[in-house]
């Protein structure tokens, strides 16, 4: 199994860009989370979906932060416009759900590096 | 809403100590408890994880956790620790009828040769 896939793996942009961070969760897998860690605040679930469908985004930050699951193979995280601020690592992560004894396996994180 | 206390956020010891990490979750419910680690410059890996049954779960490279519902805590532990375990060790929680992982600030451990 190839765990987790994310890319990629590092991105320097300018503030005011728009920034698309893409990951493929584990094949069966039918939950997703979208993570952020800083040295400030740690270990951020931003969203999470549970069969393609956004279940909770009270984490994501703000407006400019957007997350979609076009399928159960695929997601996205784009930020528009990209602040400094932004500037993080983001993991994603995924999860058989059922019958309440999942374990989350983390990709291999996108370090963000916003100027 | 819950959350996950570790009071370590940095650790030093030499190869061969002991270890113990601290972790103490809020939550007065059914929870599901694990322990990642996280190597320099790497994401998260699984060490070990607790559902139910024996309280002492097992986990890999030699780790260890006990869970005691008492005291709502989880700690971590090592016999003997190696230079290669220098890392971060994050607790996270799992409450009832949701998916969402409450993890903890992070134990920043150096072992030192």
């Known amino acids: 199994d190839a765990g987790v896939i994310q890319s990629p793996r590092h991105e320097v942009t300018e503030m005011g860009q728009e920034v698309t961070l893409r990951c493929k969760p584990i094949s069966g897998h039918n939950s997703l989370f979208w993570y952020r860690q800083t040295m400030m605040r740690g270990l951020e679930l931003l969203i999470y979906?549970?069969?393609?469908?956004?279940?909770?985004d009270s984490g994501m930050p703000e407006d400019r932060f957007s997350a979609k699951m076009p399928n159960a193979s695929f997601s996205t995280l784009k930020i528009q416009p990209s602040e400094p601020r932004d500037s993080a690592v983001y993991f994603c992560?995924?999860?058989?759900?059922?019958?309440?004894?999942?374990?989350?396996?983390f990709g291999p994180g996108t370090r963000l590096l916003v100027l | 809403a819950q959350s996950v206390s570790q009071h370590n956020h940095h650790v030093i010891l030499s190869e061969a100590a002991s270890l113990e990490l601290g972790c103490n979750y809020s939550y007065g419910g059914t929870v599901n408890l694990f322990w990642y680690v996280q190597y320099p410059g790497q994401h998260l890996q699984l060490l070990l994880k607790?559902?139910?049954?024996?309280?002492l779960v097992k986990g890999i490279k030699g780790f260890e956790a006990e869970f005691i519902k008492s005291k709502f805590s989880f700690n971590l532990r090592k016999p003997s620790v190696q230079w290669s375990d220098t890392a971060e060790y994050f607790c996270?929680?799992?409450?009832?009828?949701?998916?969402?992982?409450?993890f903890g600030t992070g134990t920043q451990l150096k072992v030192e040769l």
């Open positions: 992560a995924s999860s058989l759900a059922g019958l309440y004894q999942e374990t989350q396996y």
């Open positions: 979906f549970n069969n393609n469908v956004p279940i909770d």
């Open positions: 607790y559902f139910s049954g024996d309280p």
């Open positions: 996270a929680v799992l409450t009832g009828g949701g998916n969402k992982l409450t």
